[in-house]
């Protein structure tokens, strides 16, 4: 039996279409409504067979849903929000997938009706990849799911919403919306950040061609270029609806470069040494916690899916 009689996914990028794909492989739903506003990316959906109907108007495809996932940039939840309430039923379970906690649920909730679940959520997965194409059904394997209940949370809704993500793949977790944006700040929007500063002052550097930089890129920098090539739409809309989380972080890192930067102009290299050591430790911790795979990567791996 499905989960849920109908689910809808407002929103059909990487998240959204990875969502589509295992609902479809885990049967989780009898009804599988797509909406977004842009027609060629529903058209695209339609095409790779994503849904069972396929709707521009957001209202309309809400309607009679048991379970509905908004995947869209953080700074357009408050608008979606607005959109869909008034077709939203008594008893369905809102949610979202956001980066951000705090922002989405002060944009969304004043539009939630009374008798409507409202559970925020974020699924921490995700590649450099967007578009319905970019979507794969194991992309949430092992990787975990952080809810942020508001109070007064129904736990039986809770439950459910959790057991679908279970279904999907996750891991759980709960945090409260401050903790979870602080948590988000250092391990996601930072590094994503830093991505996309550095390799800007690489592209911006007189004294090295774009070609050089392509051609003698080693593994360090071409990650860089992973985080980079996200989109750029949803990364503004983080960095804007988590500034405070973000700018604290800032600091924090600015602190440690400084540090980091007096190590080297001083030659301190037992200090750089134990930097490297403890740094190395987490990155052991993060295999230990199945979180990644020890495996080598030169940048020439065949494999099916891109990196999380």
């Not at 209202?59 to 939840?77: K, Q, R």
């Not at 930089?213 to 593994?219: D, E, M, T």
């Not at 470069?257 to 190395?280: H, N, S, V, Y």
Request: some cysteine; charged content about 25%.
């Amino acid at each position: 039996m499905p989960l849920f009689d109908k689910i809808a996914l407002v929103g059909i990028g990487l998240i959204g279409s990875s969502l589509a794909r295992v609902i479809r492989r885990e049967g989780l739903a009898g009804h599988i409504a797509v909406a977004t506003r842009s027609a060629s990316t529903l058209k695209r959906a339609e095409e790779l067979g994503l849904g069972d109907s396929y709707l521009a108007d957001l209202g309309e495809a809400v309607a009679d849903a048991d379970l509905v996932i908004v995947s869209v940039p953080v700074g357009s939840s408050g608008k979606v929000a607005e959109e869909i309430a008034p077709r939203l039923k008594k008893g369905a379970i809102v949610t979202d997938v956001g980066s951000t906690k705090r922002s989405v649920i002060a944009q969304m909730q004043p539009h939630i009706p009374a008798g409507v679940h409202f559970i925020p959520g974020h699924p921490l997965a995700g590649t450099e990849k967007s578009g319905p194409d970019a979507g794969f059904a194991e992309l949430f394997e092992n990787r975990w799911c952080i809810f942020t209940p508001l109070p007064g949370t129904d736990p039986a809704a809770l439950e459910k919403l959790s057991e679908f993500w279970r279904r999907c793949g996750s891991n759980i977790d709960t945090m409260d919306p401050e903790h979870h944006d602080m948590v988000l700040a250092i391990v996601s929007h930072l590094p994503h950040i830093i991505a996309y500063n550095i390799v800007g002052t690489a592209d911006d550097l007189e004294t090295v061609t774009k070609s050089e930089v392509i051609k003698y890129a080693a593994s360090g920098f071409r990650d860089f270029t992973r985080l980079a090539a996200s989109d750029p739409t949803m990364w503004r809309d983080v960095c804007l609806h988590n500034k405070d989380a973000i700018l604290e972080m800032l600091a924090r890192f600015s602190e440690d470069l400084a540090l980091l930067q007096r190590a080297i102009r001083w030659g301190e290299g037992e200090k750089l040494f134990e930097i490297f050591t403890r740094t190395r430790g987490v990155r052991r911790s993060i295999i230990e916690a199945g979180q990644e795979v020890d495996v080598p990567d030169f940048g020439r791996q065949a494999v099916e899916h891109p990196p999380r």
